[in-house]
């Protein structure tokens, strides 16, 4: 590292493929303070890796092609980042956000997506998902008012 001045990093975010094998239940067992705690199951699916390996490739030719004389490849573990599509759109909720299971049960947040955006931040997505849940609950249950 005696030209750290020349270092550069670069990460590689993807989205993960659904596996209907994750999700979230409440624990028989194990209680707080709020009643059941979570058990969370989640497993990558096995095309993930491939297509991060894929994803890390493209970056080291991209840092080869810039004049990089060594790419080192530090291997993390995959990072949980903006979590969604736990919910998803047309599986768990319709189209207006609403619960197939729960009437009047709205889902306006990340988990409702469909899917990721393949890594970057989805917080406008996500708010403009939720104005438009608000927007969809008004429309269907108070505009008779």
Known sequence: MSDYERTIGVLVLTDDLPRKENGVELDPVFEDEHGPVPLVQW???????????????????????????HVHRSDWPPLLLHMQSSMRMGEVVDENCEAYDVDRLFVGDHSAMAN??????PTHTGQALALRTADRIKELYFDDR
């Open 116 to 121: 990721g955006g393949g890594g970057p931040n």
């Open 43 to 69: 497993e990558p699916h096995p095309d993930d890796d491939e297509k991060r390996d894929e994803m890390a490739e493209v970056a080291a030719d991209i840092l080869r092609s810039a004049g990089a004389h």
